[in-house]
């Protein structure tokens, strides 16, 4: 029945990234502005009613699947039709689903063809910095080209990209303080913390000014990592303070980072940091390039300095991420038991940072699963689903293809341990 138990295996979605409390991306991209035919004479009714609409709906709802059925759906009918902006449209939702789903150099190619597009338009339209017009639209193409070029370990070139963003956006934009965001994050992995500071610090105040509380918390929290790795420990601790109090606010005190940033800030308080993140970094991002590149062996090597550095951390998310990753890029064939005591010592440090029933549990008790059903060690297994399944389910939704084939190894485990019910 589960002949293919190796496409359940978790993949090195986990890595780590600047952000104290993040372990999926970089930074949030921009939604490119829809168009379709008609729109203007339409109204918004025809507008909900769109493909292109629909899939950006289910995409926000955590169903990939479905909105890449929708967008390619939608991409199919505006190549046989003549307008180009819809056309356009399509392959900017494209590479916004394939970002998603960590098809970066399919993403690369979508965005380029929707530039392509805008960048053929009269220069009359592309001075136009407000919204929808094609200098808009060419500045949030920019500013997710460069957040795919950082999540591709090319922060040099991503930072290209992000210059020629801002030249096409207002300051009084919500995709101008993504750009700075983006901007922080690629001077921070080119270590130019001075300017990376700089960037983080501009993109917080703006997006407090707008009101994007995402941005707000994020850039404020990136703004500490800076000032620690400057050395401003007083500004560190006060931008830690600071983003405690606004997830308080917008999410409510019981919101995990809350936890993970109050450590930030005890650690801050006792010790410099920097000199041990620097070299934790340094072998994160070694294991996450090899990773990209096909390399097991060499991310393997990295990711276990990383944990090596990790320990001098202490009981912080970064290193439970680093015990994942070491864990993924581990041959479990020939060191199940080693893979799983790494995958237990991450668990252990996330439900003491963010309690027994956080999502970041998920893909760790699903992969011991997996590993322990590989060989057949289905009643030890079982324990492992049961609890992870309902947390996969909330991390991914219940549509998920992952999510599915885990549901399916689950009834699995109860009949081969007998206690399958009717």
């Not at 930074?27 to 493909?51: D, M, R």
């Not at 390619?72 to 494209?94: H, I, M, P, Q, W």
């Not at 339209?125 to 808009?136: R, T």
Request: hydrophobic share 35%; with cysteine.
């Amino acid at each position: 029945m589960f002949r293919n138990l190796s496409l359940l295996r978790p993949t090195l979605a986990a890595i780590y990234f600047i952000s104290t409390y993040s372990s999926v991306s970089w930074a949030q991209t921009v939604t490119v502005p829809i168009v379709e035919n008609g729109t203007k004479e339409a109204g918004n009714e025809a507008l909900s009613e769109s493909k292109q609409v629909r899939a950006i709906n289910l995409l926000r709802a955590g169903q990939n699947e479905q909105a890449a059925k929708e967008a390619e759906a939608a991409f199919e009918e505006a190549k046989t039709g003549t307008n180009k902006d819809v056309l356009a449209s399509c392959y900017a939702l494209r590479a916004k689903i394939y970002r998603r789903q960590n098809k970066y150099d399919e993403a690369l190619d979508a965005y380029q063809h929707a530039l392509e597009h805008w960048e053929s338009k009269p220069e009359s339209e592309k001075a136009s910095k407000s919204p929808p017009a094609a200098g808009f639209i060419i500045a949030m193409i920019y500013t997710n080209l460069g957040e795919l070029r950082n999540a591709m370990g090319e922060p040099d070139k991503g930072l290209e990209y992000l210059k020629q963003a801002k030249a096409f956006s207002g300051e009084d934009l919500a995709n101008y303080w993504a750009i700075q965001e983006n901007t922080g994050l690629s001077y921070y992995h080119l270590k130019n913390y001075d300017l990376a500071r700089d960037a983080f610090k501009d993109a917080a105040e703006k997006a407090k000014r707008g009101n994007d509380h995402r941005c707000e918390i994020d850039s404020t929290s990136n703004l500490a990592a800076s000032y620690i790795k400057t050395g401003q420990k007083k500004e560190a601790l006060l931008a830690l303070e600071e983003a405690v109090r606004a997830i308080s606010k917008y999410a409510g005190p019981n919101d995990q980072r809350i936890k993970v940033l109050q450590h930030l800030q005890d650690v801050t308080s006792a010790q410099d940091p920097s000199q041990n993140a620097s070299e934790f970094d340094k072998y994160m991002m070694a294991g996450a390039n090899a990773t990209r590149a096909g390399d097991l062996t060499a991310a393997k090597e990295a990711y276990k300095h990383a944990v090596e550095e990790g320990e001098k951390l202490g009981a912080d998310e970064r290193f439970a991420v680093a015990l994942s990753n070491l864990a993924t890029a581990t041959d479990h064939n020939k060191e199940p038991d080693k893979v799983i005591d790494l995958y237990k010592r991450s668990i252990k440090i996330s439900e003491k940072l963010f309690g027994n029933n956080t999502v970041r549990l998920a893909e760790p008790l699903n992969a011991i699963a997996i590993i322990l059903s590989e060989h057949r060690r289905y009643t030890e297994a079982k324990p492992y689903l049961k609890r992870g399944l309902p947390l996969l389910k909330e991390k991914l939704g219940d549509n998920d293809a992952r999510y599915q084939q885990s549901a399916k190894l689950l009834k699995f485990l109860e009949l081969k341990t007998g206690s399958s019910h009717k």
